[in-house]
């Protein structure tokens, strides 16, 4: 019985123009216990949380992000973390698509979003880098190429006058918590449904969802 890196193997290589093309999913974060489960992480535990739901580990290292590879429903799948730190992702994310000659259209990168009220996702096919730091670096790496997928995971604006970067570096109080533990759960679907139906479908549906959260929460306090 073949082995699931000997299978992917035979996936991307180039006469195995019948085979599905494998889907990159990239969650960008901080490295270390310090930064763990902090708002600018949410990307990392979105991928470890989809990671354990497929029974898929991360213990490898590849393209400076702890990186774990396998299957869903038939169609390969690829896991990365970078751990070059928020500001530099693109040093790990650009590196990863180029070695699996991926299209980019075939790369979601997932990330927090100060924009968004705190547990509400939204997907997008392509887009800016709406000034997050670990996105302009991914775009910078994809030589300027910003059509690639984003799941944004909301986090809320920091209260008052209250630094951003200090926001972005704590970790949620209670009911914020519950919400992006909800939310991540919500994202693990998301993301089976975008291996299965594809990313435009998936956004449609699941954006149609989310607006109805994001009107219902968007002025509770967190």
């Given at each position: 019985m073949l082995s699931c890196t000997k299978l992917l193997r035979r996936c991307l290589s180039s006469t195995a123009s019948s085979s599905p093309q494998?889907?990159?999913?990239?969650?960008?974060?901080?490295?270390?216990?310090?930064?763990?489960?902090?708002?600018?992480?949410?990307?990392?535990?979105?991928?470890?949380?989809?990671?354990?739901?497929?029974g898929i580990p991360m213990t490898s290292v590849h393209c400076k992000a702890f990186f774990g590879e396998g299957f869903v429903g038939g169609t390969p799948v690829l896991l990365a973390k970078p751990q070059t730190y928020m500001n530099l992702s693109g040093e790990s994310a650009g590196p990863l698509a180029a070695y699996y000659k991926l299209p980019l259209n075939r790369v979601l990168l997932i990330f927090d979003d100060m924009d968004l009220p705190c547990g509400v996702l939204r997907i997008q096919p392509k887009g800016g880098h709406g000034h997050h730091k670990g996105l302009k670096s991914v775009i910078y790496h994809f030589r300027g190429n910003r059509d690639f997928g984003r799941l944004r995971i909301g986090i809320g604006r920091p209260p008052g006058q209250m630094d951003p970067k200090a926001f972005l570096l704590q970790k949620f109080n209670k009911l914020a918590r519950e919400r992006i533990d909800s939310a991540v759960q919500e994202g693990v679907e998301i993301l089976n449904s975008?291996?299965?139906?594809?990313?435009?479908?998936?956004?449609?549906?699941?954006?149609?969802?989310?607006?109805?959260?994001?009107?219902?929460?968007?002025?509770?306090?967190?």
């Amino acid at each position: 019985m073949l082995s699931c890196t000997k299978l992917l193997r035979r996936c991307l290589s180039s006469t195995a123009s019948s085979s599905p093309q494998p889907w990159l999913f990239v969650g960008l974060g901080n490295p270390g216990e310090k930064y763990q489960h902090t708002r600018h992480n949410v990307g990392f535990d979105m991928i470890d949380a989809f990671a354990q739901s497929q029974g898929i580990p991360m213990t490898s290292v590849h393209c400076k992000a702890f990186f774990g590879e396998g299957f869903v429903g038939g169609t390969p799948v690829l896991l990365a973390k970078p751990q070059t730190y928020m500001n530099l992702s693109g040093e790990s994310a650009g590196p990863l698509a180029a070695y699996y000659k991926l299209p980019l259209n075939r790369v979601l990168l997932i990330f927090d979003d100060m924009d968004l009220p705190c547990g509400v996702l939204r997907i997008q096919p392509k887009g800016g880098h709406g000034h997050h730091k670990g996105l302009k670096s991914v775009i910078y790496h994809f030589r300027g190429n910003r059509d690639f997928g984003r799941l944004r995971i909301g986090i809320g604006r920091p209260p008052g006058q209250m630094d951003p970067k200090a926001f972005l570096l704590q970790k949620f109080n209670k009911l914020a918590r519950e919400r992006i533990d909800s939310a991540v759960q919500e994202g693990v679907e998301i993301l089976n449904s975008i291996v299965a139906n594809g990313l435009t479908e998936c956004a449609r549906s699941a954006n149609a969802d989310q607006k109805y959260k994001h009107l219902r929460l968007q002025n509770l306090p967190v």
